[in-house]
């Protein structure tokens, strides 16, 4: 058994990155022990029996054998016993504040995923709608709730700012793949000056662009979680080829389906 909690994850997942962010800021990254999972592949029987059957990441084993699920449940626990001080507000005042922010993750992740996941081009207006309104509804608290004069819920990169930076990198994947971006107008400037900051932070840079535009291709084909798109034999979460030595997959979703070959994952 190891000394250390493991975190039993997918590389490039958004879940995970949360929790690599706050080691990141922490300094403490040899806190936990990473073991990747391959989602091509079926759960490991060993695996599925610590979960109790559960396939979702990232979990978290504690060196007793305990397991704790769900990722922002193991933020907060990792937060709280990792380093001297906890990413999260000391002021009970304002960790509800940064609490209400993060209550808003769900729903905004739900609608990213379920944008780049449609293949219905009709409903595509629809999704365009969904995303405003959400950005408009965070715009609008960190107008109302903000404290300073700088990008922050606060007064640095803190809790929420984790939680939400994986998102707004995985949504790299609707500016690729479906053309859409938070409008620069005045309406949108404040959740674009914060998630302009959050990308750019050093602790938050375990992911690129171009990787998750080619990791995440199949989920623009309506495939999620390693399921393969029809007629297709790898899935673009295949660790092999690297994803480095890929092509950019194309961006026509609704009018192309690329081939494994033609995706370089392999041999054509």
């Not at 979702?56 to 380093?83: C, F």
């Not at 999620?224 to 194309?250: I, K, Y």
Request: glycine fraction near 6%; aromatic fraction near 12%; charged fraction near 25%.
């Amino acid at each position: 058994m190891s000394r250390t909690p493991i975190v039993y994850h997918i590389p490039v997942c958004p879940f995970s990155q949360r929790l690599e962010i706050m080691l990141d800021l922490k300094g403490a990254r040899d806190a936990v022990t990473f073991q990747v999972v391959d989602i091509t592949k079926p759960r490991d029987p060993a695996l599925l029996e610590k979960t109790r059957g559960t396939t979702a990441l990232p979990v978290l084993e504690m060196p007793d054998g305990q397991i704790v699920k769900e990722s922002l449940v193991i933020l907060r626990y990792l937060d709280e016993v990792v380093g001297d001080r906890p990413l999260r507000r000391a002021d009970p005042l304002e960790h509800a504040v940064e609490s209400m922010l993060i209550a808003k993750e769900g729903s905004f992740t739900m609608a990213g995923y379920s944008f780049v996941m449609n293949q219905d081009r009709d409903k595509r207006a629809a999704h365009v709608e969904k995303m405003l309104g959400l950005y408009r509804e965070i715009d609008a608290f960190l107008r109302h709730e903000g404290r300073g004069d700088g990008p922050w819920l606060f007064d640095d990169f803190g809790l929420a700012e984790a939680v939400f930076t994986p998102m707004f990198m995985r949504f790299w994947f609707l500016e690729y793949y479906e053309d859409f971006d938070v409008p620069a107008v005045a309406e949108y400037a404040r959740v674009r000056h914060w998630r302009e900051a959050c990308l750019a932070h050093p602790a938050a840079q375990q992911v690129s662009r171009e990787e998750i535009v080619k990791l995440y291709y199949d989920y623009a084909l309506g495939a999620g979680n390693g399921a393969l798109p029809e007629g297709r034999q790898v899935s673009s979460f295949a660790f092999e080829p690297d994803w480095q030595a890929r092509p950019w997959p194309p961006r026509g979703k609704y009018d192309t389906h690329a081939s494994d070959a033609e995706l370089g994952l392999k041999a054509a």
